[in-house]
């Protein structure tokens, strides 16, 4: 299954669950099996979206957004440090290595990153690059 067939797949299902949300469509489990082996990082993303189109709150830490680097050169690391996050938690230090990459060769970069708890208020943190980051 291509990208744009899971696309398709996901938004009829989307569909589905809009007109019913207490039922699940049985037959296309294998369907999303397979897609979830896939492309783990859309589906996870998509899943978001819907439950934020559905009204359905987001337990446990939520990665909203992250960045990193100094100056002009920052790299969004959202994808990677959701990554690291096993839905409850985060302990990651931030350096090159962690997130991916160096995008400002020589000089200290900090980690933006947007979160919340339980869905509760979103929290900003400015972390330093070699500093450890523990969440919650």
Not at 107 to 124: G, N, P, R
Request: aromatic letters at 8%; glycine letters at 6%.
């Amino acid at each position: 299954m291509d990208l744009q067939e899971t696309e398709k797949f996901l938004r009829e299902l989307y569909s589905s669950l809009k007109k019913s949300q207490d039922r699940w469509c049985s037959d296309c489990v294998d369907d999303a099996e397979e897609m979830w082996e896939e492309y783990p990082d859309f589906i996870n993303s998509t899943i978001s979206k819907i439950e934020g189109l559905l009204g359905i709150p987001q337990s446990g830490l939520v990665i909203s957004s992250a960045f990193y680097g100094a100056g002009e050169k920052i790299v969004d690391v959202t994808e990677i440090l959701k990554s690291y996050c096993n839905s409850k938690t985060l302990s990651i230090t931030i350096n090159n290595k962690n997130m991916g990459g160096d995008p400002a060769p020589g000089v200290k970069k900090k980690l933006s990153l947007m979160y919340s708890v339980d869905s509760e208020e979103i929290q900003h943190v400015l972390v330093p690059e070699d500093c450890s980051l523990k969440l919650p």
